[in-house]
Structure formats: C-alpha cells, structure tokens
T-cell receptor, first 114, second 107 residues
Framework: GAGVSQSPSNKVTEKGKDVELRCDPI?????LYWYRQSLGQGLEFLIY????????KSGLPSDRFSAERTGGSVSTLTIQRTQQEDSAVYLC????????????FGQGTRLTVV | GIQVEQSPPDLILQEGANSTLRCNFS?????LQWFHQNPWGQLINLFY???GTKQNGRLSATTVATERYSLLYISSSQTTDSGVYFC?????????FGKGTRLHILP
C-alpha cells in the first residue's frame, strides 16, 4: 500500500474484553514495529518483527499482550482481558529492512477501555 | 539499552522566531530520525539523518554521531509548526524515542 494502515482508528471496549489491533505495513517492508503512546507521553516500544519473526518481545507490558505477523505482511496486536491502564494510542511502523532504514508510521488506533 | 534525551521539553515562541531542538543519545546508533507529531497524532517524517546535515525548506538537521547528538533547526516559525517533535534512534534493531519537545508557536 501507499502507507502504513491501521485499523480500527478508534476502539472502545469494556474492561475484561479482548481486542485485536491490525497493522498493514508498506508493501515490501520487512520490518514492523509496535508502539504505545499514552496521553501526553512519548512512544513506548512494544515489539518488532523481522519478517514473521519477533526476536525481542521484552517490551510487551504483560502476558496479556501478544502479537503475530503472517506472510511477512499484516500484523495483529492482541490484548486479552483489557484493563483501563491499557487505554492509549497504539502505533505501528514499518521499514524496508531492520535498523538501517527510514521507518514510517500509521495513523494509530486509539483504544479506550471503559 | 540506549537512552534518548531531548531538550528543551517545552518551547514557546512567537511566529517568525528561530529555534533549535536537541537530541542526545547514550550510545552509538545505526540511524536517527526526526518526527513531527501533529495535533491529530500523526507522526510525520522530517529527517532520516544518521550523520551529516540535511535541509528541507525552513527545517534543517545535523547529526554528529561521534559526539552522540542531533539538532533540529526551525527557522521563521509558523503556527503550523506547533506540535511535538520527537527524535528516534535505532540500535540493535529497536527504534527508541525521546520524550519529545512540545513546541508552541504564537501568532
């Protein structure tokens, strides 16, 4: 695609429900990154993928968070049993290769847990 | 892991003024980027600048990798320049962000 696409743009969910956030990277980009941004704060690194592999999952806040990537393209970030502190904007980025090239961000998914 | 620090945290300027934003990083990096986050939350790429100097209109950036810092210059500020400016450094395949500089340009 022309840019990184994330869906949904906004998600309101009840505490305790599971949510799935989707990221479509730029076509041909092999590296994909997930970040979380709480209101008025900086970007917190969550996880990155090189192809379908996630070498480092240490940024995930808890075991309620998981992510996968299939076909070296679309990625899904899943949050189980959501809590109010999970409310934030979740941002996805992609780059042509890992580490050494320019990364581009999607518009984000604003998650609100009520 | 690598630490990225930005200064100042907040900056208020009159339209037409010039500004310099600084980014320090604690270790050698593979690359460095500057982003502008607009009021709608979108991160706009400004510069991909692992070293050297680049210019784009009223904006320019310089990275001195050996001294572990980067500078973003904004000249003749406009109200549309308001927002948060982030620098992000890549090392060990992670892109780590600073906490940002919040810029307010007054008309």
């Amino acid at each position: 695609g022309a840019g990184v696409s994330q869906s949904p743009s906004n998600k309101v969910t009840e505490k305790g429900k599971d949510v799935e956030l989707r990221c479509d990277p730029i076509s041909g980009h092999t590296a994909l990154y997930w970040y979380r941004q709480s209101l008025g704060q900086g970007l917190e690194f969550l996880i990155y993928f090189q192809g379908n592999s996630a070498p480092d999952k240490s940024g995930l806040p808890s075991d309620r968070f998981s992510a996968e990537r299939t076909g070296g393209s679309v990625s899904t970030l899943t949050i189980q049993r959501t809590q109010q502190e999970d409310s934030a904007v979740y941002l996805c980025a992609s780059s042509f290769v890992q580490g050494g090239t320019e990364a581009f961000f999607g518009q984000g998914t604003r998650l609100t847990v009520v | 892991g690598i630490q990225v620090e930005q200064s100042p945290p907040d900056l208020i300027l009159q339209e037409g003024a010039n500004s310099t934003l600084r980014c320090n990083f604690s270790d050698s990096v593979n690359n460095l980027q500057w982003f502008h986050q607009n009021p709608w939350g979108q991160l706009i790429n400004l510069f991909y600048i692992p070293s050297g100097t680049k210019q784009n209109g009223r904006l320019s950036a310089t990275t001195v990798a050996t001294e572990r810092y980067s500078l973003l210059y904004i000249s003749s500020s406009q109200t549309t320049d308001s927002g948060v400016y982030f620098c992000a450094a890549t090392r060990d395949d992670k892109i780590i962000f600073g906490k940002g500089t919040r810029l307010h340009i007054l008309p």
